[in-house]
C-alpha cells in the first residue's frame, strides 16, 4: 500500500530573493527554549554547533532581525521575533492539519487504486483524535489503507446513507442537548439497515491560555468585550453545541467577538489561541494539552461511527472492528487527554445510541 503524505511548509523570502524553510530551525529553536542552551539544542538535532549557528544567521539574514538572546550567566533564549517564528510554523501546521490530512489520504486512495489494491476503508468523520489515531494503525498493517475525509458530522452521515463511505463518524453530547442535536442525524440513520460503532467518550471545552488570563469562567464570558472568541465552521457539531448552550443561557451569538471566526478543526482552534490571536475557543482536551493551554471543562460527549449493519462480518468493516477493539488500539485512545475508549468497538442499535442508552 502507498501511503502519502502532505505537510505544511512556511518558507521566508527576503528583499533580494533569497528563500529559507522554517522546517528545519523550528524545532532547534523550541529545544533552545527549553534548554537556555544553543550547544545542548544542536546536539538533541544532531547537528554540530557550528552547522546550527549556521541556521540560525540564515534565518536572522533573510527576517532582519534576532533570533535568540544572550544575557549573561543566563544562557541562550528566544527573542520575540524567535518566539513568533516558532509560533507561525505551529499554527501553519496545526492549523492545516486536517485538510492536509484528508487530501493526502485521497491521493493515497486513488494511487492504490490504480495499483488493484484492495480492502480501502472509506471514514467521513468529524474530526477528532480518536479518529485519527484509528487511521494512523489502520494504515500501518499489511494490506489496509485508509480513506478519510474530515467533514461536518452531517455531512458523514449523509453520506453514509448515499453509500459514499464505510463509517461515518459523529458525536452527541450527554445531557439536555442529547436529543435536539440527535435528530440531525435520525433522518438519515435507518435502525433495520444501520448500526452504530462506540468509538469513545470524550470532553470538549473551553481552550484558554495557560493561567487564564483574563478569567474565563464559562460560556456565559464569551459575551465580554474584551474576550476574543474562534469558532468551529457552521454544519460542525462543535458548533451546534455552542449555539444550543449559548440558547440556553440567553446569549446572542452576535455579542461574542470573532463567533464569525472559524476553523475547520480541534487543533486548529487551539492553535488560534496558542498564538494569541483569540482568547478562547472550544474543542476536545487533547487539542488544549498539546498546546499547553488551560482547558475549562463544558460537557461530556459520546463519539459514534455508523456503518451499515449488514457489513460487520464483512471486509474492510470488520478488519477496522478489529483494530478499534484491540489493546494497542484502546491504550493509545486512553493516552488522549479526557479520552475514555472502555466501550471501544462495542456495536450499539441507532435508537440506543442515539438516546445515549448506557452500553
Not at 1 to 6: P, R, V
Not at 52 to 59: D, M, N, S, T, V
Not at 186 to 191: G, I, V, Y
Request: charge should be neutral; hydrophobic fraction near 45%.
Amino acid at each position: 500500500m502507498i501511503e502519502i503524505k502532505c505537510v505544511a511548509e512556511l518558507i521566508v523570502r527576503d528583499s533580494a530573493g533569497r528563500e529559507a524553510s522554517l522546517t528545519d530551525i523550528v524545532p532547534l529553536l523550541a529545544l533552545i527554549d527549553e534548554t537556555g542552551s544553543i550547544a545542548q539544542a544542536a546536539g538533541e538535532r544532531q547537528l554540530s554547533y557550528r552547522h546550527a549557528w549556521g541556521l540560525l544567521r540564515a534565518i536572522e539574514a533573510r527576517l532582519g532581525g534576532e533570533l535568540i538572546s544572550k544575557e549573561r550567566g543566563k544562557g541562550s533564549a528566544l527573542s520575540a521575533l524567535g518566539r513568533a517564528v516558532v509560533q507561525g510554523q505551529r499554527a501553519c501546521t496545526e492549523r492545516l492539519d486536517g485538510p492536509l490530512k484528508q487530501l493526502a489520504g485521497e491521493v493515497a486512495a486513488q494511487l492504490n487504486r490504480q495499483l488493484g489494491a484492495t480492502g480501502t476503508t472509506r471514514i467521513h468523520a468529524s474530526h477528532g483524535y480518536a479518529v485519527a489515531a484509528l487511521v494512523t494503525q489502520m494504515n500501518a498493517r499489511e494490506g489496509s489503507a485508509v480513506e478519510i475525509k474530515y467533514r461536518e458530522s452531517a455531512e458523514a452521515v449523509m453520506a453514509l446513507a448515499r453509500g459514499e463511505c464505510d463509517f461515518a463518524g459523529f458525536h452527541l453530547p450527554r445531557g439536555a442537548f442529547r436529543d435536539l442535536c440527535a435528530d440531525i442525524y435520525r433522518r438519515w440513520l435507518d435502525p433495520r439497515r444501520h448500526v452504530l460503532v462506540y468509538l469513545t467518550a470524550r470532553k470538549q471545552g473551553l481552550f484558554l491560555a495557560k493561567g487564564n488570563p483574563k478569567g474565563v469562567r464559562g460560556l456565559d464570558d464569551l459575551a465580554r468585550a474584551d474576550i476574543r472568541f474562534v469558532n468551529r465552521q457552521p454544519g460542525s457539531g462543535t458548533r451546534l453545541l455552542l449555539d444550543l448552550a449559548l440558547n440556553s443561557i440567553g446569549i446572542d451569538p452576535e455579542r461574542i467577538n470573532g463567533y464569525a471566526s472559524t476553523e475547520l478543526t480541534h487543533t486548529a482552534i487551539a492553535a488560534f489561541v496558542a498564538s494569541g490571536m483569540a482568547d478562547a475557543g472550544l474543542g476536545v482536551a487533547p487539542a488544549a494539552h498539546h498546546f499547553a493551554l488551560d482547558f475549562l471543562p463544558i460537557v461530556d460527549e459520546d463519539y459514534y461511527f455508523a456503518c451499515e449493519r449488514s457489513r460487520l462480518s464483512a471486509q474492510p468493516v470488520a478488519a477496522a472492528l478489529a483494530v478499534l477493539r484491540s489493546d494497542d488500539f484502546r491504550a493509545g485512545v486512553a493516552g488522549l487527554e479526557g479520552y475514555d475508549p472502555t466501550h471501544c468497538g462495542a456495536i450499539v442499535d441507532v435508537a440506543a445510541g442515539l438516546r445515549g442508552a448506557p452500553l
